[in-house]
Each structure stands twice: as structure tokens, then as C-alpha cells.
Antibody
Framework: QVELQQSGPGLVKPSQTLSLTCAIS??????????WNWIRQSPSRGLEWLGR?????????DYAMSVKSRITIKSDTSKNQFSLHLNSVTPDDTAVYYC?????????WGQGTLVTVSS | DIQMTQSPSSVSASVGDRVTITCRAS??????LAWYQQKPGKAPKLLIS???DLQSGVPSRFSGSASGTDFTLTISSLQPDDFATYFC?????????FGQGTRLEVK
């Protein structure tokens, strides 16, 4: 059974970098077939896919156009986890952030982290 | 990008009712559509994939169907545990996209 456990701060100051980590159990971040995703949810935007990392003989990353200039997703094979880094945040980035595995469908999801951008 | 238009945004129903939720894709998605259930404070849970494939452990009162770019989630006889928010998601085209959600409330 695959489980994803998120960690990271719930409060980030404007202009700083939002960083969250998703630890994987029951699967491998370098699994050939799955991708590892970050998704956020807010009342104004609904569910918004942010980006993914995946391994197919080499590492690939894809990002949503809305955040492409500010986002980095990294994988850490030694810890079997992946992370989200979103820089230059504004209050508009306030949301619940989820990590999720995808083999076409998002399953499972992490427990979610409410991140508030405020000074 | 593919837009997913979900309706209604909210619906009130009673235990035992039959409920239908619809998602319309802005272009063809080859049935690469999933339905998720989300309860307050929890992550979404995958119910149905490939438009009509019920996930293991999901009650058979849930079903999904497709007709062109229109997709339907049906709950045949509402149970108390079913009051939640439901989302559709297309994975046919990059980037993946979601419907805005349907909140299923107690009448």
C-alpha cells in the first residue's frame, strides 16, 4: 500500500520560498511508470495541478504555465521523497497543497498542508 | 488547455435519493476521466477511473458513464457517508485539469 506523508511549514512570508516535502512509502520515487505530483486547492482556484517529476531512464519535470517561472520540483532517491519549491510567493499562493502519485490518475494523495502566505 | 465544466456546483438530496453529477470536457478526452470524492479537511479519494472503472473498495452504488465529451457520476441510492464534494479530472491532455466540484448536501 502506497502512502505519502507531507511535511513543511504552514506559514510563509510574502516574497519568500514555499518548500514542502512528500515522503513515499510502498513505492519508489524512481518507479518507472508513476509520476509524482504537486496539486493545490483554494476557494478561488479550485484544484490546480502545479507540476510533476518522474523517472524514465532519466529524470523529467513538467510544470503548469501559471507557476512555471517560480516552481522547482526535486526528487531525492536516497530518502525516497520529492519536494516542491515555489519562490516569490504572494498571498494568492495561499492554499492547501497536496502531493499525489499518478499513473494517469491521482492516487494516493498526501494528507495536505495548508500554507498561508502572510507577513 | 482542456476545460472541465462540472454541474451542478451544489445539490441537496436525501438518503436514498439517486444523484447525478456531470462533467463536460471542452474537447475529446478519450474517456481519460476520473471522479474523486473529498470530505472536509481530507484529501480527494479516487472513486472511478477511465470514466467508468470503479476502484477497489468503492461501493457499487457509485457508477460512471461517458457520452462523447459528457461524463456522468451517478450515486444510485445516497447513503449518509456520501455527503461530500465530488470532482472530475481529465488526464488525456497535458496539463491535467479538474472540474470545479459539486458539493452534495443533505436536504
Amino acid at each position: 500500500q502506497v502512502e505519502l506523508q507531507q511535511s513543511g511549514p504552514g506559514l510563509v512570508k510574502p516574497s519568500q520560498t514555499l518548500s514542502l516535502t512528500c515522503a513515499i512509502s510502498g513505492d519508489s520515487v524512481s518507479s518507472n511508470g508513476a509520476s509524482w505530483n504537486w496539486i493545490r486547492q483554494s476557494p478561488s482556484r479550485g484544484l490546480e495541478w502545479l507540476g510533476r517529476t518522474y523517472y524514465r531512464s532519466q529524470w523529467y519535470n513538467d510544470y503548469a504555465m501559471s507557476v512555471k517561472s517560480r516552481i522547482t520540483i526535486k526528487s531525492d532517491t536516497s530518502k525516497n521523497q520529492f519536494s516542491l519549491h515555489l519562490n516569490s510567493v504572494t498571498p494568492d499562493d495561499t492554499a492547501v497543497y497536496y502531493c499525489a502519485r499518478s499513473n494517469n490518475w491521482f492516487d494516493p494523495w498526501g494528507q495536505g498542508t495548508l500554507v498561508t502566505v502572510s507577513s | 488547455d482542456i476545460q472541465m465544466t462540472q454541474s451542478p456546483s451544489s445539490v441537496s438530496a436525501s438518503v436514498g435519493d439517486r444523484v447525478t453529477i456531470t462533467c463536460r470536457a471542452s474537447q475529446g478526452i478519450n474517456n481519460f476521466l476520473a471522479w474523486y470524492q473529498q470530505k472536509p479537511g481530507k484529501a480527494p479519494k479516487l472513486l472511478i477511473s477511465s470514466a467508468s472503472d470503479l476502484q477497489s473498495g468503492v461501493p457499487s452504488r457509485f457508477s460512471g458513464s461517458a457520452s462523447g465529451t459528457d461524463f456522468t457520476l451517478t450515486i444510485s441510492s445516497l447513503q449518509p457517508d456520501d455527503f461530500a464534494t465530488y470532482f472530475c479530472h481529465q488526464s488525456n491532455s497535458f496539463p491535467p485539469s479538474f472540474g470545479q466540484g459539486t458539493r452534495l448536501e443533505v436536504k
